[in-house]
């Protein structure tokens, strides 16, 4: 069974920064896009950014320029830094599998925008 455990939100004001991480247990992520989603409240979940196994990105418009996301594959983790955070950036905050063979999703990690 792959667990995904994120971690690394909080609360931040407007124009900060903040580093999440995504551990996985149970299978190695090398081989593996990986994804960053959100979900505001109220909201469904969206993309923020992926990254494929050569370590190619993607970014969502909205973060694009502010958000950047890497990979440790001999720590199975994969990290989103986030800077300039805006209100709009307010949600949970969720890794997984970009393919559709998505595993069981963690319980996500607040960030918090606000002044």
């Known amino acids: 069974q792959v667990q995904l455990v994120e971690s690394g939100g909080g609360l931040v004001q407007p124009g900060g920064s903040l580093r999440l991480s995504c551990a996985a247990s149970g299978s190695r992520i090398s081989i593996y896009s990986m994804t960053w989603y959100r979900q505001a409240p109220g909201k469904q979940r969206e993309y923020v950014a992926w990254?494929?196994?050569?370590?190619?990105?993607n970014y969502a418009n909205s973060v694009k320029g502010r958000f950047t996301i890497s990979r440790d594959n001999a720590k199975n983790t994969v990290y989103l830094q986030m800077n300039s955070l805006k209100t709009d950036d307010t949600a949970a905050y969720y890794c997984?599998?970009?393919?559709?063979?998505?595993?069981?999703w963690g319980q996500g990690t607040q960030v918090t925008v606000s002044s």
């Open positions: 997984n599998r970009a393919d559709s063979s998505i595993w069981p």
């Open positions: 990254i494929t196994s050569g370590g190619s990105t």
